[in-house]
T-cell receptor, first 110, second 114 residues
Framework: DQQVKQNSPSLSVQEGRISILNCDYT??????FLWYKKYPAEGPTFLIS?????DKNEDGRFTVFLNKSAKHLSLHIVPSQPGDSAVYFC?????????FGAGTILRVKS | DVKVTQSSRYLVKRTGEKVFLECVQD?????MFWYRQDPGLGLRLIYF???????EKGDIPEGYSVSREKKERFSLILESASTNQTSMYLC?????????????FGPGTRLTVL
């Protein structure tokens, strides 16, 4: 049973618009959350993270929101650029383990 | 820049063969990890290591073993490869103990077992 779920396998967005990627989790012991981006033929690269004591973290065009009561987090990319097209993985940390979601393929159309 | 390299980008092996996947990092990181990535399942942790000669099982260790004789090198071993081990294998490393710290990934090895 997957503890971290990314229910949208893919998302298509027009350049300049907002991209919203969603992630749900079931384990209330998770206390740290991360987003990774992966281009084809490359390993995942760290994008942004958030601690469970916060509800928002922003880094340039990327913002992560955490709703602990709903066990939901989202990644907002504004404005979206064609170079953002990649697979995005949500991950959650419980102590010494990282649990990844299945990933969402983002396509930004120019 | 942190660099994590993996010995092969693509590998084709036959059922029953012993397979070695090598990973090397150049940033003196204590922690190293092996994941496999499968469609619809994301990245799943196979094994990790916090120090030389130390290893811990991840979520799916069955059919795999690891070796860490030197700090910079972490090897994943498939003792007897099976078709259900066909997958993308990703190695990662990080500096501090614990999983909160950013993990840096290698480019991956696409393993096909025939």
């Amino acid at each position: 049973d997957q503890q971290v779920k990314q229910n949208s396998p893919s998302l298509s967005v027009q350049e300049g618009r907002i991209s919203i990627l969603n992630c749900d989790y079931t384990n209330s012991m998770f206390d740290y959350f991360l987003w990774y981006k992966k281009y084809p033929a490359e390993g995942p690269t760290f994008l942004i993270s958030i601690s469970s004591i916060k509800d928002k973290n922003e880094d340039g065009r990327f913002t992560v929101f955490l709703n602990k009561s709903a066990k939901h987090l989202s990644l907002h990319i504004v404005p979206s650029q064609p170079g953002d097209s990649a697979v995005y993985f949500c991950a959650a940390s419980e102590g010494n383990k990282l649990v990844f979601g299945a990933g969402t393929i983002l396509r930004v159309k120019s | 820049d942190v660099k994590v390299t993996q010995s092969s980008r693509y590998l084709v092996k036959r059922t029953g063969e012993k397979v070695f996947l090598e990973c090397v990092q150049d940033m003196d990181h204590e922690n190293m990890f092996w994941y496999r990535q499968d469609p619809g399942l994301g990245l799943r942790l196979i094994y990790f290591s916090y120090d030389v000669k130390m290893k811990e099982k991840g979520d799916i260790p069955e059919g795999y073993s690891v070796s860490r004789e030197k700090k910079e090198r972490f090897s994943l071993i498939l003792e007897s490869a099976s078709t259900n081990q066909t997958s993308m294998y990703l190695c990662a490393s990080s500096f501090f103990s614990g999983m909160r710290d950013t993990q840096y990934f290698g480019p991956g090895t696409r393993l096909t077992v025939l």
